[in-house]
């Protein structure tokens, strides 16, 4: 067993959903997020960048006695989790990529769709991780690029975000053959029932949860699970907007959770 909290880390609001994925599976686990809330979206950024904030904040969440960091950021594992894992050796870092495309190929998936960021989706890491697993999965991949904004502005349940769903996917859904799509973004768990509502018949994968499965995996192959909690949740944001404190609330809102503003440089 192992009380000490777990690290999270996401340009934004997007890594909650991984919170409220793990508050639903393992309660007992005790966490500190930080949220890039002053420098998202980072899916549209250039790789050096986004290798630089990476750098500073899991460097930030290491000093923090953490037994484990969970990239809850899909942009950041594409450009950055080999290199985070070479600085630091001595705590295992899970991004989300990895345990999603292993769900794809262990469900025997034929064929699936995949959205994200314009980084992510430009990286290919989808696909090819997906191939490393099964090279006969059919992927179909696009770049949503402005669902993380609107979300991170709380533009979610209205016909603003639905317009943009249908302006995106319209096609994308129409002219490929698939029936499940991974959410390649921590962001769209929070839209994911507005897509359905227009794809109904689409099935989700969500990386969010995914990963979260996977350090549960990990944590018990280690006897590191928690068994106690006691300790406040931390929740850091480079920008404490209202939207952070708002989401944080409704999210995984338990009131002794500390928010607080933590700007890092190098
Ligand atoms: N939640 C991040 C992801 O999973 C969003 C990246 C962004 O800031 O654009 O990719």
């Known amino acids: 067993?192992?009380?000490?909290?777990?690290?999270?880390?996401?340009?934004?609001?997007?890594?909650?959903?991984?919170?409220?994925?793990?508050?639903?599976?393992?309660?007992?686990?005790?966490?500190?997020?930080?949220?890039?809330?002053?420098?998202?979206?980072?899916?549209?950024?250039?790789?050096?960048?986004?290798?630089?904030?990476?750098?500073?904040?899991?460097?930030?969440?290491?000093?923090?006695?953490?037994?484990?960091?969970?990239?809850?950021?899909?942009?950041?594992?594409?450009?950055?989790?080999?290199?985070?894992?070479?600085?630091?050796?001595?705590?295992?870092?899970?991004?989300?990529?990895?345990?999603?495309?292993?769900?794809?190929?262990?469900?025997?998936?034929?064929?699936?769709g995949i959205i994200g960021t314009k980084v992510t989706i430009k990286s290919n890491v989808y696909p090819d991780t997906?191939?490393?697993?099964?090279?006969?999965?059919?992927?179909?991949?696009?770049?949503?690029?402005?669902?993380?904004?609107?979300?991170?502005?709380?533009?979610?349940?209205?016909?603003?975000?639905?317009?943009?769903i249908r302006y995106y996917m319209d096609d994308f859904v129409a002219e490929n053959d698939f029936d499940r799509l991974i959410l390649g973004c921590t962001h769209y768990p929070l839209i994911a029932h507005r897509i359905h509502s227009i794809y109904p018949k689409l099935e989700f994968y969500s990386s969010s949860r995914e990963v979260i499965l996977e350090a549960e995996s990990l944590l018990k192959e280690r006897d590191q699970l928690a068994v106690e909690n006691q300790m406040v949740d931390r929740y850091y944001a480079s920008d404490l907007s209202d939207n952070f404190l708002r989401m944080t609330d409704m999210l995984v809102g338990n009131n002794d959770a500390k928010i607080k503003l933590k700007k890092l440089e190098n």
Do not use: W
């Open 1 to 112: 067993m192992d009380n000490r909290p777990i690290g999270f880390f996401d340009s934004g609001i997007g890594g909650l959903t991984s919170v409220m994925a793990l508050h639903e599976r393992l309660p007992l686990e005790h966490v500190i997020f930080y949220g890039d809330t002053a420098r998202t979206p980072y899916g549209s950024k250039s790789p050096e960048t986004i290798r630089e904030f990476a750098v500073q904040i899991v460097d930030y969440l290491a000093a923090k006695d953490v037994k484990m960091i969970i990239i809850a950021c899909n942009t950041v594992t594409a450009m950055a989790l080999p290199m985070l894992r070479e600085r630091h050796p001595e705590i295992p870092i899970l991004g989300v990529v990895e345990p999603t495309a292993k769900r794809v190929a262990e469900d025997g998936c034929r064929s699936v």
């Open 130 to 164: 997906i191939h490393s697993f099964d090279p006969q999965v059919k992927t179909f991949s696009l770049a949503c690029p402005a669902f993380v904004p609107l979300v991170e502005e709380g533009i979610i349940d209205n016909e603003i975000m639905d317009l943009t």
